[in-house]
Structures are given as C-alpha cells and as structure tokens.
C-alpha cells in the first residue's frame, strides 16, 4: 500500500486589515475581513501599534467569538492568534472587544491556504 502523493502546491495568501477603536461597536462583534468559506488559517497575530484603553478583543466568528483567541491589546506589540489547523466554516472573521475601547490602532495579519487549490504541479 502507498499514499497517492498530490504533486499540487500552493502559496499561502496574507490578508492585512487595519482597524481603529473607531471602526469597533463597543463589544459588538464586527467584520473584520472575508476569508473563502473553509479556509484554513496557518498563522496570524494583531499587532498594536498604539494600545487601546483596556481589555482584549477576541477573534474569532460567527458562534466561536473567541474561536483564533482573546488578546491583549492595551499593550504595544504582536499578539499570536491560536491556528487551530481546521477549516474556517464561516467566511468572516469578527473581531469582538471585552469592553468599549477608546485611543487604539492595531493591524490583523492572517495568512490562508485554501483546501483543494494549487498553484503550481511538483513532479
């Protein structure tokens, strides 16, 4: 017996979303990218460049608020999301704040495969 090798590669793809206290509804989830319906997240983080008043913003979506982690961003600096390896069943990612924030600025940083897809055939 032997696995039937898939000679498909493909690149990841990066999704970049900068967002404000001001683009947040107190602890409202909101839209804060699209991602193809089961895409699955490798890696990503939200990096902080100037902190919000207080509290943590969960990423995740729709039923799993918290799904990618809850982070903190009153602190300058990069904060990991939790990769979890599974295709994302939803195709938008929520961010959801802990309480009303005030003063921040952060990016999401997202990178993506989508499954079944390649770019390029290896031999």
Known sequence: MAIKLNPGRQ?????????TADDLDGTNAVV???????????R???????????GT???GVTGA?????SLNTATLGIKALT??????GASELKLT???ALTGG??????????????????P
């Not at 804060?32 to 490798?42: E, G, H, S, T, V």
């Not at 600025?105 to 290896?122: M, P």
Request: proline residues 6%; negative net charge; hydrophobic residues 50%.
């Open 11 to 19: 690149y990841p793809l990066v999704l970049e979303q900068a967002f």
């Open 32 to 42: 804060a990218a699209k991602l193809p319906r089961d895409a699955i997240i490798l």
């Open 44 to 54: 990503g983080h939200i990096s902080v460049t100037k902190a919000f008043s207080a």
């Open 57 to 59: 913003i969960g990423v």
């Open 65 to 69: 608020a918290t799904a990618y982690g």
């Open 83 to 88: 990769a979890t390896g599974t295709p994302v």
């Open 97 to 99: 704040p802990s309480a």
């Open 105 to 122: 600025e952060a990016t999401l940083v997202v990178e993506y495969i989508i499954a079944g897809r390649a770019n390029e055939a290896q």
